[in-house]
T-cell receptor, first 115, second 115 residues
C-alpha cells in the first residue's frame, strides 16, 4: 500500500526565511498531491494541489514542487511569519473506489516560525 | 468551500459507553467521510458515509463498532460504540462537494477521551 513519509521532527526557522517541508511516497505515483495546514484543535485546511503532470504550483507565498522520479514533493513558504506556525500535512490519492479517489495523509511536519 | 460543524466538540466518556458525533454541512455535498486522528498520528479514514445506504468501511473498521448514518446530503453521524481507552482520539468529518473533486474540507473535529 502507499506510504507517505514526512519529517516527524519539528522544523524551526527564523521569521523572514523560507521554510521547506518534504513529503516522500514509496509506491505508485499518485495522480495528484495535496498540502493541508492543521492548527492545534482544528481540522486540516486545504492549501494547494499539484497534479502529476505539473512540476510546480504557486499561491501567494506558497510553492509546491512535484518530482515523480524522486517520488517527492517539496512545500515552500517564503518570507515566513509567526502566523505560519502550524502542522503541514501532505496527502495523496490512494486508489479509485466507486469512481472516486480516496486520499491518504502523512503524519505532518510541525513548523515553528521564530520572531 | 464548505462550512462544517461537529457536535460535541469534545467529551469525556466512561469505558463501555457509546458516543454519537454529529456532522452538519452548510450546503449539500456529494461525499462525506469520517476520519480518526490519534495523538501524533496521521488522519486515518474510517469510512465513507453514503446517503440512503450502508457506509463503506476501511480495513480495520467495522459497522458494529462505528455505526454511521447519513439521512441526507448535509448531515451524518458517527457512533463510537462500547468505547475503550484506545478509542481516545480526534474524530473528523470531511466532505467533498462533488464525487470527483479532489479538495476535501474538514470539520473542527471532536476530541474524545475515554477513561
Amino acid at each position: 500500500s502507499q506510504k507517505i513519509e514526512q519529517n516527524s521532527e519539528a522544523l524551526n526557522i527564523q521569521e523572514g526565511k523560507t521554510a521547506t517541508l518534504t513529503c516522500n511516497y514509496t509506491n505508485y505515483s499518485p495522480a495528484y498531491l495535496q498540502w493541508y495546514r492543521q492548527d492545534p484543535g482544528r481540522g486540516p485546511v486545504f492549501l494547494l494541489l499539484i497534479r502529476e503532470n505539473e512540476k510546480e504550483k504557486r499561491k501567494e507565498r506558497l510553492k509546491v514542487t512535484f518530482d515523480t522520479t524522486l517520488k517527492q514533493s517539496l512545500f515552500h513558504i517564503t518570507a515566513s511569519q509567526p502566523a505560519d506556525s502550524a502542522t503541514y500535512l501532505c496527502a495523496l490519492d490512494m486508489n479509485r473506489s466507486g469512481g472516486y479517489q480516496k486520499v491518504t495523509f502523512g503524519t505532518g511536519t510541525k513548523l515553528q516560525v521564530i520572531p | 468551500s464548505a462550512v462544517i460543524s461537529q457536535k460535541p466538540s469534545r467529551d469525556i466518556c466512561q469505558r463501555g459507553t457509546s458516543l454519537t458525533i454529529q456532522c452538519q454541512v452548510d450546503s449539500q455535498v456529494t461525499m462525506m467521510f469520517w476520519y480518526r486522528q490519534q495523538p501524533g498520528q496521521s488522519l486515518t479514514l474510517i469510512a465513507t458515509a453514503n446517503q440512503g445506504s450502508e457506509a463503506t468501511y476501511e480495513s480495520g473498521f467495522v459497522i458494529d463498532k462505528f455505526p454511521i448514518s447519513r439521512p441526507n446530503l448535509t448531515f451524518s453521524t458517527l457512533t463510537v460504540s462500547n468505547m475503550s481507552p484506545e478509542d481516545s482520539s480526534i474524530y473528523l468529518c470531511s466532505v467533498r462537494r462533488e464525487r470527483y473533486q479532489e479538495t476535501q474540507y474538514f470539520g473542527p473535529g471532536t476530541r474524545l477521551l475515554v477513561l
